[in-house]
């Protein structure tokens, strides 16, 4: 392995002015936790293998308190790592030293229109609870993580995917307009049309540009989901019917999941009957995929003469006798119709694939290169661990937002689409060791310098490779607005910067 | 030893296995009150995993409701309810106990088709948290059809767990869980004619607090002239 691509924790920031901080700060009335019984609640994120500790906490409060914090921050060269979810898995959200801003303390929805379909909401608040509150009134948001205990203002900093990103785009695609407070403590809105310089900064700025307070996001009639499977033994196969089906539009729902290159699902669901019998008559006949019960088929005549493969038999069994129950619980069923399919995917996601240490790299390409990115990561999965998932979907790109998709994890290169990919180990009780996890990181992620796209695990322990995979030029050009933002670049340092 | 690895068993989930996953902070009513996540299960284990002792954790341990959500939700199966509880014994605060009553239960009436067919969808039907989630395999698809038979509105959430009200817990009698704030949460945006509540402690409560009637679901029970009557009716 080359030295350049090691990937490291970063530095623990030493404390200079630390206590001065804490009493600048409570003198305005801002509470400073310190006890390592508190602090230690933070030690790590959903990744597991970044452990770092703050000098202390603060629970966000309000914009004012936040503006406080920063101003304060800045006089002292304090570092602050802002926290919603937790769900990062490069110890983005990990504090190595300084204040760790708990955001979740603001996480109280403002004001629902039902007439412009909009919410106003406080950003700590996860994806679950917005859900709840709007459900009340028939309403959802438009797309947000499977993943329901991110943070719509974590989200909003990174991108957001989901199994309807190819109908809407990804979730920073529908806030419309944000109450941010900038690392040097000034509270604003941002919007296409109000200080739109923040906004595209904002959007999709991996938290380097302002700490998001308040958020604007469309919203949209509440349905339930007629979804259907279907079966591939061909990665290609499958991700060339997913472009196909992103492109005809004649899906609400569209994603890939896989049991290593095995077993790959293409998820297809629809947001109505007259959407679904549509697909039926038009659509579904184009699809090469298979039925359960063709593929099962197909796939026990396949192991039938190759012994040697019977334990990853043996798995896909059980993998499926555990998961598709999860999947398709009754108390969410109405017949064929999910109801709340972002409570049923959050839970079995994190049931069937979480565990103690996750790595999840991804990849971000353009349609032309992306058979030839999972293909490839496939490769690298099969080097590294006999069990393991693909996850991929496509995200509907909105041309008026290029300028928030530089330096992100939409690839700069794609046009009408972007596709990402990630690969997921599932240990299934076997341990690896962090080398040989940061190993498997850094084979994705070089695929994707070599076919330039970009990736959604972006900063933290693989902030190195932003070099590589964007070039200095674009980096530079956001280092030095970064630089005029926060002079002392002490908001989320070491994630990007 | 097919069978083994087939049917392989863990070892029952400690404060320790916890990751921070923050599920249980979905149906939490305390971290819900306090957007805190010391106030959470997560922030119990997470205290734990650093070292902090029941002492550390009173003012949290004290606000718990005992509602056993976050015991159904946890993907890694932690009793978290049983960890608050034992650590609630060693400062001798009061323990929440879960007990269904014994004989015609609350949910056993709620099975009766002569019940059912006085619901519709103008009643609010609060089921008694703590005794769902004790029996959340059993009894969510029961309520889950009533539900969907009778178009009467429940107080379950996107997970299917119960929201509680919180009323006659400890937390509540010590001032620590704001039982009114709870209840305005869970009525928020709902327009009902009626409210019908497992638990005579929810009852006298509610009824301080809204203008439309509310009954226990025994009411709803035909009257009882002969004990073998109500019993066939339920089984």
Redesign the interface.
């Known amino acids: 392995m080359h030295d350049s691509q090691q990937q490291t924790h970063p530095s623990r920031w030493r404390g200079t002015q630390w206590r001065d901080f804490v009493q600048d700060v409570a003198q305005q009335g801002i509470t400073v936790r310190e006890?390592?019984?508190?602090?230690?609640?933070y030690?790590?994120?959903?990744g597991?293998l970044a452990h770092g500790l703050p000098h202390g906490v603060v629970?966000a409060e309000s914009a004012q308190q936040i503006a406080q914090l920063m101003q304060a921050a800045q006089r002292f060269e304090v570092p602050v790592t802002t926290r919603g979810?937790?769900?990062t898995t490069e110890g983005e959200s990990v504090a190595f030293g300084g204040v760790l801003l708990?955001m979740?303390?603001?996480?109280?929805v403002l004001q629902v229109d039902k007439d412009a379909y909009t919410v106003r909401t406080q950003a700590?608040i996860?994806w679950?609870?917005l859900?709840?509150?709007l459900?009340?009134?028939g309403l959802d948001y438009l797309s947000a993580p499977l993943n329901?205990?991110s943070s719509v203002g974590g989200t909003l900093g990174v991108g957001g995917i989901d199994v309807n990103s190819s109908k809407y785009g990804c979730s920073a695609d529908q806030a419309l307009s944000l109450q941010v407070v900038t690392p040097t403590g000034e509270v604003l809105e941002c919007s296409d049309t109000e200080n739109p310089e923040w906004f595209e900064r904002v959007i999709l700025g991996y938290g380097q540009f302002g700490i998001i307070t308040e958020a604007t996001l469309r919203i949209r009639p509440y349905t339930p989901l007629r979804m259907h499977y279907f079966y591939y033994s061909s990665l290609k196969v499958c991700v060339e019917d997913l472009f196909q089906l992103d492109q005809s539009e004649t899906c609400d729902y569209t994603g890939i999941l896989t049991m290593m290159d095995t077993a790959i699902t293409l998820l297809v669901a629809f947001d109505s009957e007259a959407r679904e019998a549509a697909f039926m008559a038009n659509m579904k006949a184009r699809l090469r995929g298979y039925g359960e019960s063709m593929f099962a088929l197909r796939l026990a005549a396949s192991f039938a003469w190759r012994p040697w493969k019977w334990r990853e038999a043996?798995f896909l069994v059980?993998r499926k006798r555990e998961l598709f129950p999860d999947l398709q619980p009754?108390?969410?069923m109405?017949g064929e119709v999910m109801y709340?399919r972002?409570?049923v995917f959050?839970?079995a996601v994190?049931?069937h694939w979480?565990?103690?240490q996750m790595v999840i790299p991804d990849l971000a390409s353009r349609v032309e290169t992306f058979v030839e990115a999972v293909e490839r990561g496939n490769a690298v999965c099969r080097k590294y661990f006999p069990y393991y998932t693909l996850y991929c979907v496509g995200i509907r790109l909105r041309d008026e937002h290029q300028a928030h998709y530089e330096l992100s994890s939409i690839p700069s290169n794609a046009k009408g689409f972007a596709y990402g990919c990630e690969f997921e180990p599932m240990y299934h009780g076997q341990t690896y060791s962090q080398d040989a996890l940061q190993s498997f990181k850094n084979e994705i992620y070089d695929i994707g310098v070599d076919l330039e796209t970009s990736y959604y695990r972006f900063g933290g322990m693989m902030k190195g490779y932003i070099r590589r995979a964007l070039g200095d030029e674009v980096v530079e050009k956001h280092l030095k607005l970064k630089q005029e933002a926060d002079p002392a670049m002490i908001l989320n340092r070491d994630v990007i910067f | 030893m097919l069978a083994l690895w087939w049917g392989r068993t863990k070892e029952p989930a400690t404060a320790s296995d916890c990751h921070g996953c923050s599920l249980c902070l979905l149906p939490c009513p305390m971290w819900q009150q306090h957007r805190d996540v010391m106030f959470s299960p997560q922030g119990i284990c997470k205290s734990m995993q650093a070292g902090a002792k029941a002492e550390d954790m009173q003012a949290v341990l004290a606000s718990c409701v005992a509602c056993g959500a976050c015991d159904v939700i946890c993907p890694e199966g932690i009793d978290i309810t049983d960890i608050i509880m034992r650590e609630r014994k060693q400062l001798g605060l009061a323990e929440d106990v879960c007990t269904e009553a014994q004989g015609l239960t609350p949910f056993m009436m709620s099975c009766d088709p002569r019940v059912q067919a006085q619901l519709n969808e103008h009643d609010m039907y609060i089921i008694d948290a703590a005794v769902f989630h004790q029996h959340y395999e059993q009894r969510v698809a029961h309520y889950t059809s009533l539900r969907e038979q009778t178009g009467c509105q429940l107080n379950l959430d996107l997970n299917r767990l119960a929201i509680p009200t919180g009323i006659g817990s400890h937390s509540a009698e010590g001032g620590l869980f704001d039982v009114k704030m709870q209840w305005d949460g869970l009525m928020q945006g709902r327009d009902v004619a009626r409210m019908i509540v497992e638990r005579y402690e929810d009852k006298e409560q509610i009824a301080a607090w809204t203008s439309v009637p509310v009954v226990h679901i025994s009411d709803l029970m035909p009257v009882k002239t002969h004990e073998n009557e109500v019993d066939d009716a339920t089984s």
């Open positions: 006890k390592k019984t508190e602090t230690g609640v030690i790590t994120d959903a597991g629970v979810g937790g769900l708990d979740t303390g603001m996480s109280r700590g996860f679950h609870h859900a709840e509150v459900r009340r009134d329901l205990t043996l059980q009754k108390h969410h109405h709340d972002t409570a959050s839970k994190w049931k979480g565990d103690r």
